[in-house]
């Protein structure tokens, strides 16, 4: 470990790899921590707090512990995962779902190099791993933080074909509601007071994106799972640091896809009922 004692660093956990600290650019060459990678480390172990725990549930209950994580990117989030909590076990294997090929080529020249051999990585779109042959019939958990375009409510919908037992979102591109919302502006506000809540731009922007999220909500509640929704602390920098944790339980929140309707219907978004109600 190039003489790096973890003892003088104790934003490091015992066992963390250092090699994939340095590569994923949160250990400077030298070994040490810089302000801004100090704050991503923090990010990490805040989220990593939320998320071991729906791993040891499953490893625990024997499960076989499948997770895959959409709209990857770096793999920044599977591979410290895997360090934390997968490396120390025997089973359980992490796919990272991605629509840049280098990303996909760099995260798998990675993984061969630390020898994190039950990692994949795939070159799909999000939209599209439903159908892939390259994933298992059924996961256990999906992640998918601040997945970019559609990929948030792709995963969404992946995570409710494969009968994911924990969703795990940090929402992003909130912009879909809200281009709906700013389109049918002039009928809404001939309409009703409560469009004065997007009448502005930059209120459509903030109120769009609420919304968006809380659709999201009442959808997976529609489909029986339990939900948390809370803030990522250290997250400060970023606008988009809700977390949805969701959890399976098969009871399904009675009024929830009526709630959905009404708001769809009251605020004019019926053309995104399909994205929100199947």
Known sequence: MSGIRLSAIPEIRPGQSIELLKALHILTRDGKLNQDSRRKLKQVHHLYHF??????????????????????????????????????RDQGHIYGVESRAELVEHARCLASRLA????????????????????????????????????????????????????????????????????RKGESLAQ????????????????????????????????????????????????????IIARHTGVARGNATTRLEQILQQLNLDELRARFIY
């Open 51 to 88: 998320i071991e725990p729906l791993l040891a549930e499953i490893a625990d209950s024997g499960g076989s512990l499948t997770l895959v994580d959409h709209g990857a990117g770096k793999s920044y989030l599977g591979f410290l995962l895997y360090d934390l909590f997968f490396s120390h």
């Open 192 to 243: 009703m007071p409560l469009s004065e809540l997007w009448r502005h731009p930059i209120h459509t922007r903030e109120f769009g994106s609420q919304l968006t999220n809380a659709l999201r909500c009442l959808q997976l509640e529609a489909q029986g799972y339990q939900l948390t929704v809370t803030e990522l602390v250290g997250w400060e920098h970023s606008m988009k640091n809700e977390l």
């Open 116 to 183: 994190f051999t039950r990692m994949s990585f795939l070159n799909l779109r999000v939209e599209n791993a439903i159908e892939s042959p390259e994933l298992p019939a059924r996961v256990d958990i999906v992640t998918a933080l601040h997945a970019c375009d559609t990929a948030t409510d792709d995963a969404i919908r992946f995570a409710l074909h494969k009968q994911a037992k924990f969703i795990v979102l940090v929402p992003c591109c909130q912009a879909e509601v809200a281009g709906v919302l700013r389109s």
